[in-house]
Each structure stands twice: as C-alpha cells, then as structure tokens.
C-alpha cells in the first residue's frame, strides 16, 4: 500500500478540515437548534426568479452558449451589471476590471497563489474569516495581526523578514465581518491604505457582506476610498473580492473580483490553469435574476435578517450571565461572544450540543494562532426568532452553570 502522507506536497500539511463545514452536518438533525452555520435561510432564495432564469436561458437562442465552454474572464452581461452596481458604491470601473470566480472562496484562493510564496506573511484581522486561513494556507504563509495600534510598517517588515519571508498583503472584511460582525470604521479604512502605501502591498476587501446592513450609517468600500485617492482603479492597490452567495442563493458558486488589469490579467492566467471558466449557465442565470429582481431580494433579506438580529440581541441581554459580551453588529449573520476566560468553547460546544441541544463555532477556528479559547460565533440567519429565543436561553443557562 502506498504511503500517500510520503508523498503529498509539503503545503498538504497545513490542510484542515473546516470547523465549520463539519459541523453543518448538525442541520441534518431536527433536534438542535443550530446557530453554526453562516449560510443564507434557503427559505429566502428567489426560487421562482432562477426557474424562470433558468427556463429562458435553455429555452432560447442562448441555449447553446450556456452550456458551452465559455471565456475565461466571464460572462459579459453578468460583468456589464456589476459594473453598474458597484458604481452606486463609488467604485468606479470598467468590465474589464471585473473577473468572474466560482464563488469568493475561488478567488481567495487564486489571491493566495498569485502573491503567496512559503514563507511570506500575509497580515490578517485577529479574528478573521476561516475560509481565508484555509485559502492561504496552502501557499504556507506566515501571519501578522492587522489593526495593532502603534505598529509601524518597519516592525511588520522586520517580523516578516525574521520568518523569510517578505509582506505581501493585508486582508480583512470590512463590513459585519465573519466571524464578530463588526465594521471598520472610514477613519481606520483610510488609515489602512496609508499603512499599505507605506508598505507598498495590496489590500485584500472581502465584501461578501456588503448589501446586509440593517441600520447605521453606511461606510465606503475600500476601493471606492483608494480610487478617490488615487484618481482611478488602475492606480489604487485594492482587490475587491464579492459574492451573489449571500445575497440570491450560494450554489450556484458565483462570485466576483473586482481590481486593476494587472492583477485581473494574472487572475484569469490561474483560472485558466484550473477550471477554465465558471459556469456559463449559472453566470446567465445569476445575470438575468440580478438584472430584474435584485434591489427587491434585497430588500427582502435585509428586512427578514434584520428581525432576527434583533431578537438574538434581545435574547443575550435577557440570558446571558455576567462576564459574557457581544458585539452588536449593524448588519451580516453574525454575533460575536467573549465568556469569561474560564471556559473553553471548544469544550462547551461539546456539552452544548450533547445536554442542551444547541450548536455555534469556538472562536479558536478564527485566530490563525488558535488563540482566544474563551470566544464563539453565533450566527441568526437560519433561525426563526422563537428558535433563537429557546436557543440562547439554554446556552445562557449552560454557560450560567458552568461559572456555578
């Protein structure tokens, strides 16, 4: 029998398994109340919108063309809307600055394999996105904590080099990030992009999700702030990363960059080298629901995630011991908690899930370190509001026995 440990490429070694896909096996069985899950309430998908999509598209001339290779860069509809769309963000552009991916997770991917060589050091959130951590890992990286107060570009320069390495870039999710559901305030964005010009690397936006915010004020995205300075998207150092996932249905794999020619260049070489192209018939579908009933789907979600937001905040104030806190967040699926620094939440879930019939995500998962043992994701956009009533108070009631 062959060896096959013997044999895989080093960068296999920093594969793992994601906590979090692991534990949406937990949605498969009725009796816990899941609050796992960062994933869109398939309730709220505009089924009948994508059977009439869908229904054109083979019904038509276009027929033949969905079901056909199809160029590499995407489909020109689908990048012609985004390059309307994105331009009520301020981010001004042409199509040729948008690049098609199946899903943002391929272009995180793609991202890591364009700039990542071993031993280099990406600077990321702490927390941040787990999918992210995954995407890097296998070019084997080094990290460095973003939004450190006082560090100077000289100190991330020298602990890089301590690893053998150079920067490469900064990623972060700037609005209701995944996992805590926080925004990056403008004053902070901006001080981001001093910080990459000092440093001279890109920044990494991922944006999945930018149309989910409930209340507050919005805040530009980063590259609409880094057009603005530098007077056109050729000249800024951002890389724009969105998805339709969250906002009209994530299986259709269809998300998007958005950046200078240069880096979409390069993109759609890596592309190339591993699948050709997304789906065409699913970048036609996407195009045609966008198109006619976008700003309605919106509208929907935000109207129906905005009331179980609240009813999960409400139901943390009412049930959690003190030495527990949260975030608050003005949009997303996520909240964010700190216990007291006595539990461990990997440890908890497993009692959780066991006696209380509850499921969420160790904080552990989001710390490239595997740090912060006392943290956990809950997530609202799957649970009704009576779910999330019954479900945070018998967390609240197993963390309050746990400090007993």
Known sequence: MLDWDHVFARRAERMRASEIRELLKLLDQP?????????????????????????????????????????????????????????????????????????????????????????????????????????????????????????????YHTAALAHGGAVKFAYLSPDFANPTGETVRLEERHRLLTLADELEIPVIEDAAYQHLRYDGEAVPPILALDIARSGSIEETRTIYCGSFSKTLAPGLRVGYVVAAKPVIRKLVLIKQAADLHSSSINQMAIAHVAERHFEAQVAKIRQAYRARRDA???????????????????????????????????????????????????????????????????????????????????????IASELS
């Open 312 to 398: 999960m905040l409400a139901a943390l104030e009412r049930h959690m011991p003190t030495g527990t806190d949260w975030t608050r967040p003005e949009g997303g699926m996520f909240v964010w908690v700190t216990l007291p620094e006595v539990i461990d939440a990997t440890a908890l879930l497993s009692r959780s899930v066991k006696t209380e019939k509850v499921a969420f995500v160790p904080g552990q998962a989001f710390f490239a370190d595997r740090s912060s043992a006392n943290t956990l994701r809950l997530s609202f956009s799957c649970a009704s509001e009576p779910m999330i009533e019954d479900g945070i108070q018998r967390l609240g009631r197993l």
């Open 31 to 155: 009796d816990i109340i899941s609050f796992a899950g960062g994933i869109p309430d398939p309730a709220l998908f505009p089924t009948d919108a994508f059977r009439e999509a869908y229904s054109e598209c083979l019904g038509g001339g276009d027929a033949a063309s969905g079901l056909q290779y199809s160029v590499s860069e995407g489909y020109r509809p689908l990048r012609y809307w985004l390059q309307r769309e994105l331009g009520q963000f301020g981010i001004s552009c042409d199509i040729d600055n948008i690049f098609i991916t199946s899903g943002s997770q391929q272009a995180l991917d793609y991202l890591g394999k364009l700039f990542l060589s071993a031993g280099d050091t990406a600077l990321v959130t702490s927390p941040t996105y787990l999918g992210a951590l995954q995407a890097f890992n296998a070019y084997e990286p080094n990290y460095d904590q973003l939004g450190v107060a006082n560090r100077t570009p000289e100190s």
